[in-house]
């Protein structure tokens, strides 16, 4: 039998195809996952082998032999590499932009995948300078060799750690020939156990839900966690884990955001002492090389990341794990590729013929919807591990109510009760700044965004006005600037509900927490410790409150405003309040006490408010789900949107509109738009849509797999910039 005499790669270029070399010489066969140099016009690129085949479309002459192979063994497995088509196919995205969004950008330019590291010793000539006190003029060069002699050698990502631009010291001690490096092998590591400590014994539900999953190991299978916060579900993902380990296997974790969550990090660090790989957007290139090839070696006995870690490499991958998947940011809606993490989980898992658990206190109504069709399997967790009572919610009528700066008479009261009975209160608004709007009083002058179709918002205690769509910044004005009157800031952000609660509250300590307060890592943190230790008493903040932060002495949540979310165009809108509204209820009484949530509304009346305070989130979702099978919307319907952007409004609806007339749609597919987005310019740019709706999956791809090709070919297409977005999350 003869193997294949082309390979065909996968380059990162825009164009929707894989491209035929020969193989390199004295190379008989490269195994597909395998990166490779290759010619490519005049450039050098690094592809990845898709497969071998026996002939070309191209004639022989024209066919080009690979540069190099750079792999000893591939770098996708091909579990990994069946993911990667399949999610080519899925979104209609080039297999080779896919796969570069897979990899780490140092393994894109040709990065050794090796694990070896590179460490650096002190030669017996430098361990006798450094004892002669040498050198004496260099600190940074004295520091470098310090540390080698302290500790025996180090390698460089310890040294990046420890000294920051090292290189240069490193190139002068090495001169003088007082320091050396090699690459070497880390140490495997052993692979039992190593759980640190067993945790509290599993409630009844928690057990069950652990022995349903674990039944399905070594198979397909997904699962939905469905439990409160504090019920228990990362009790549950940690048990599955070590169930895991023990088989010699390994576990990939997805969660939101590992900035805002780090509990959850340190749980699995403090559960099992063993190697983890923890991939996230915060990582330098190189750190995340290091940490990708932890992975890839099986060194990383556990992986843990945000979105794109769906894509690390974990051999001999036991389990898939995806923590609140119900999370908008597993979704990526920039740049072309625009995937669902959560989506690609479950794929994943059934190319790995491992279970995938999906956990959240808010499932998704899609997700909600497999389970009604018998796609996915529920186990609920209903209680809270604590035995806490779940909290009281009820609604505030704004209209009816006297409002100081933004907070009702009843919630005062129901704040001043809980703080003086020592309970710690949490103040939600989804809106950082001070205020949205800036108006002048004489003639309704506004603070527009030059760029965008925004207000600004100001900011009080930096004296900006800042757009928080495409960061435009200016200095406050003390007068209008059309007619000279006075400005007066209107409406309420997380700085001025902090100012009124203050005003309120004399002396009672206050936290803040939104983007702007928190710049680093280490804000978050020293937020969470003052509310943990009941330093500070009342704690205001966006979003951020609700991730994840276990506060067990907050005894009352109030939610400002409900009601951006009751009136969208966006048919998720509702979806997303009823999931924020119940996670940051969650935050209430989680200790002893039982806690209370007051949601401030001009809307008492509202279906959705008084289904969700009656059924809770299921009775919700059931209503909701119901309104979207009526309406045809998603899960009842696929839905993909072609979005552009140009520098004038009439350029951006010029392409889509050509490419409506271009489409000849079948009668399952109906074509809504194109219209300008909601807010239709942004930095700049002026933004419209046009929306793909199909009855089913399968009409959906077969129409975009035709149609696709030729909106490449418009000439009105090199005026804009346009993406797909397949079963997108947010509409405008
Ligand atoms: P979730 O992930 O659903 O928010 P956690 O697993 O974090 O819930 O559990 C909430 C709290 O309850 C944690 O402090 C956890 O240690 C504790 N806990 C979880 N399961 C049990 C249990 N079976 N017995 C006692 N405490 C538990
Ligand atoms: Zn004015
Ligand atoms: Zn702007």
Not at 78 to 84: K, N, T
Not at 334 to 341: L, Q
């Amino acid at each position: 039998m003869t193997g294949p005499e082309v390979f065909r790669v996968a380059l990162d270029t825009p164009l929707r195809r894989a491209f035929d070399y020969l193989p390199a010489k004295s190379v008989v066969s490269v195994v597909p996952g395998t990166r490779v140099r290759v010619p490519f016009g005049r450039q050098r690129l690094v592809g990845v082998v898709l497969e071998g085949a026996s002939s070309s479309e191209l004639p022989p002459d024209r066919l080009k032999p690979m540069l190099e192979v750079l792999d000893p063994s591939p770098i996708l497995d091909p579990g990994l590499l069946a993911l990667l088509r399949w999610a080519a196919d899925y979104y209609h995205h080039p297999i080779g932009e896919v796969i570069s969004t897979a990899l780490p950008k140092a393994l894109r330019l040709g990065a050794s995948s090796s694990t070896t590291e590179e460490r650096w010793t002190a030669t017996a000539e430098g361990q006798q300078a450094h004892r002669e006190g040498e050198p004496k003029r260099a600190p940074k060069q004295r520091k470098l060799l310090d540390l080698l002699v302290n500790e025996g050698g180090a390698t460089a990502a310890r040294l990046t750690q420890e000294l920051p631009h090292w290189r240069e010291a490193a190139r002068q001690l090495t001169a003088r020939g007082w320091i050396g490096s090699m690459e070497v092998t880390p140490e495997a590591s052993d692979s039992s156990g190593g759980t640190r400590d067993r945790g509290p014994p599993l409630a009844e539900e928690q057990k069950q839900a652990v022995e349903t999953v674990a039944e399905s190991l070594g198979r397909y299978g997904t699962f939905l966690l469905h439990g409160v916060t504090g019920s228990g579900k990362t009790e549950v993902y940690l048990h599955l884990v070590e169930r895991v380990l023990e088989q010699g296997r390994r576990a990939l974790v997805l969660v939101p955001e590992i900035g805002l969550t780090p509990q959850l990090v340190s749980r699995f660090r403090q559960r099992f002492d063993l190697p983890m790989s923890v991939l996230h957007s915060g990582l330098t290139d190189h750190e995340r090389l290091l940490a990708w090839r932890e992975a890839y070696s099986g060194r990383s006995r556990i992986v843990l990341g945000t979105r794109s870690a769906v894509f690390a490499p974990v051999p001999d991958l036991g389990i898939v794990i995806v923590d609140e998947e119900h999370d908008a940011s597993f979704k990526q809606h920039e740049g072309g590729f625009r995937y669902s993490a959560r989506d690609l989980a479950v794929v994943r898992a059934q190319q790995a013929n491992v279970p995938v658990l999906l956990g959240s206190a808010t499932p998704a109504l899609e997700t909600l919807h497999n389970v009604n069709s018998s796609r996915y399997v529920r186990m609920k967790l209903p209680r809270r591990a604590d035995q806490a009572a779940h909290p009281r919610m009820s609604l505030v009528d704004l209209r009816a109510n006297a409002v100081h700066a933004g907070i009702s008479t009843s919630a005062i009261q129901a704040i001043e009760r809980h703080l003086k009975e020592d309970g710690q209160v949490l103040v939600f608004l989804n809106r950082r700044g001070y205020a949205p709007t800036l108006l002048c009083t004489a003639c309704g002058w506004v603070a527009p965004c030059t760029e965008c179709d925004a207000r600004l918002t100001v900011h009080m205690s930096a004296g900006r006005l800042r757009c928080h769509h495409c960061g435009a910044d200016a200095p406050l004005p003390a007068r209008c600037p059309q007619c000279g009157f006075a400005v007066k800031p209107v409406g309420q952000g997380t700085e001025r509900i902090e100012e009124s609660l203050a005003t309120l509250f004399p002396g009672m300590p206050l936290v803040r927490l939104d983007r702007d307060v928190v710049r680093k890592r280490t804000d978050m943190e020293d937020a969470m410790r003052r509310m943990a230790s009941g330093e500070a008493r009342i704690l205001v903040g966006t979003q951020m409150v609700t991730k994840g932060h276990d506060f067990p002495n907050v005894t009352l949540v109030v939610v400002l405003n409900a009601d951006q979310g009751l009136f969208s165009t966006d048919f998720r809108a509702p979806e997303r309040l009823a999931q924020t509204i119940v996670q940051v209820a969650g935050r209430a009484g989680r200790g002893t006490r039982p806690g209370e949530v007051l949601i401030q509304t001009e809307f008492p009346g509202h279906p959705l408010l008084l289904n969700l305070l009656s059924e809770g989130y299921d009775g919700f979702a059931r209503a909701a789900l119901e309104e979207r099978s009526q309406a045809n919307w998603p899960p009842f319907s696929r839905l993909a949107a072609v979005r552009d952007s140009a520098t004038t409004a009439a350029a951006a609806l010029e392409f889509l509109t050509d490419a409506r007339r271009l489409a000849d749609p079948p009668r399952k597919i109906k074509l809504l738009g194109p219209v300008p987005a909601a807010m239709a310019k942004r930095a700049g740019r002026h933004h419209a849509q046009l929306l793909v709706e199909a009855a089913e999956r399968g009409a959906l791809h077969r129409f975009l797999e035709s149609w696709l090709p030729q909106l490449e070919q418009l000439p009105s297409a090199r005026r804009v910039r346009w993406a797909l977005d397949v079963d997108p999350q947010e509409l405008f």
